[in-house]
C-alpha cells in the first residue's frame, strides 16, 4: 500500500482546506486510518482518525469543530477538511493505516502502531 498526501498549500488564518490521503496499490477501504501532522521543532501528533467503514471519526480537542475527517472508499481516498485554521495549525500533515486496527468506534491512534505512511503534505497558516 502506497499513500499520497495532497491539498496542502499557504492560507491566511480563518481560511480552508482539504487534505487528501490517497492510496495506490492495495486499497486501504479496509483499513482505519489517521492524521497525524508535526509542526517545525516538535513531535509528530495524532490529528484525527476515522474507521475503515468510515461510521466512527475522532478528533482531537485542539482541531474539534474545525477539522473534519471523512472517506471514500470507492476511490480509496480519505480526506481532512480544515475549516477556520489557525497559525498553529501550521505543520507537515501525513496521513497513515492501520492494517490491524480492531475497535467499532475511532479513537486516538499512536504513531508507532501505524503501519503505513504517507508522504506528508505542507501546511503554513499566515496571521
Known amino acids: 500500500v502506497q499513500l499520497q498526501a495532497s491539498g496542502g498549500g499557504l492560507v491566511q488564518a480563518g481560511g480552508s482546506l482539504r487534505l487528501s490521503c490517497t492510496a495506490s496499490?492495495?486499497?486501504?477501504?479496509?483499513?482505519?486510518t489517521g492524521w497525524f501532522r508535526q509542526a517545525p521543532g516538535k513531535e509528530r501528533e495524532f490529528v484525527a482518525s476515522?474507521?475503515?467503514?468510515?461510521?466512527?471519526?475522532y478528533t482531537v480537542d485542539s482541531v474539534k469543530g474545525r477539522f473534519t475527517i471523512s472517506r471514500d472508499n470507492a476511490k480509496n481516498t480519505v480526506y481532512l477538511q480544515m475549516n477556520s485554521l489557525k497559525p498553529e495549525d501550521t505543520a507537515v500533515y501525513y496521513c497513515?493505516?492501520?492494517?490491524?486496527?480492531?475497535?467499532?468506534?475511532?479513537?486516538?491512534?499512536?504513531?508507532?502502531?501505524?503501519?503505513?505512511w504517507g508522504r506528508g503534505t505542507l501546511v503554513t497558516v499566515s496571521s
Open positions: 497513515a493505516a492501520d492494517v490491524n486496527y480492531r475497535y467499532r468506534e475511532a479513537r486516538p491512534m499512536r504513531a508507532e502502531a501505524m503501519d503505513y
Open positions: 496499490g492495495p486499497t486501504v477501504s479496509y483499513y482505519a
Open positions: 476515522i474507521t475503515w467503514d468510515g461510521a466512527s471519526t
